[in-house]
Nanobody, 118 residues
Framework: QVQITESGGGLVQPGGSLRLSCAVS????????MGWYRQAPGKQRELVAS????????DYAESVKGRFTISRDNVKKTVYLQMDSLKFEDTAVYYC???????????WGQGTQVTVSS
C-alpha cells in the first residue's frame, strides 16, 4: 500500500529558500517518474517540476524554471524540491505524486504548506 508523506514547508520571506521532501512507502517508487505539484487557494493543482525514474531528466513549469530544482533518491524512496528565490506567488500547498501516472489512483498525501510573506 502506497503512502505519500510531504514535509519541509513553512513561512519564508520573499527571496528565501526551502527544501521540500516527499517520502513514498512501498516498492513502486523507482518505477515512477515523479512530480511536485502545488495548489494555491482558489486555483487548480498544477505540476511544477518532474523527474524521470532514474533522475536523468527533469522538467519545470515556466513559472519556477531557474529557481526550483527537483531531485530524487531511489534508495531512500524520496523526492526533493529545492526552492530558491521564492516569490509571493509560490504560496501554495505542495504535493508530490507520479508525474505521468499517479501512484495510487486518486490518492494524494496531505501536502505541505509553503507561505511566502514579508
Amino acid at each position: 500500500q502506497v503512502q505519500i508523506t510531504e514535509s519541509g514547508g513553512g513561512l519564508v520571506q520573499p527571496g528565501g529558500s526551502l527544501r521540500l521532501s516527499c517520502a513514498v512507502s512501498g516498492s513502486i517508487f523507482s518505477t515512477y517518474a515523479m512530480g511536485w505539484y502545488r495548489q494555491a487557494p482558489g486555483k487548480q493543482r498544477e505540476l511544477v517540476a518532474s523527474i524521470s525514474r532514474v533522475g536523468s531528466t527533469t522538467d519545470y513549469a515556466e513559472s519556477v524554471k531557474g529557481r526550483f530544482t527537483i531531485s530524487r533518491d531511489n534508495v531512500k524512496k524520496t523526492v526533493y524540491l529545492q526552492m530558491d528565490s521564492l516569490k509571493f506567488e509560490d504560496t501554495a500547498v505542495y504535493y508530490c505524486n507520479g508525474a505521468v501516472r499517479h501512484l495510487a489512483g486518486d490518492y494524494w498525501g496531505q501536502g505541505t504548506q509553503v507561505t511566502v510573506s514579508s
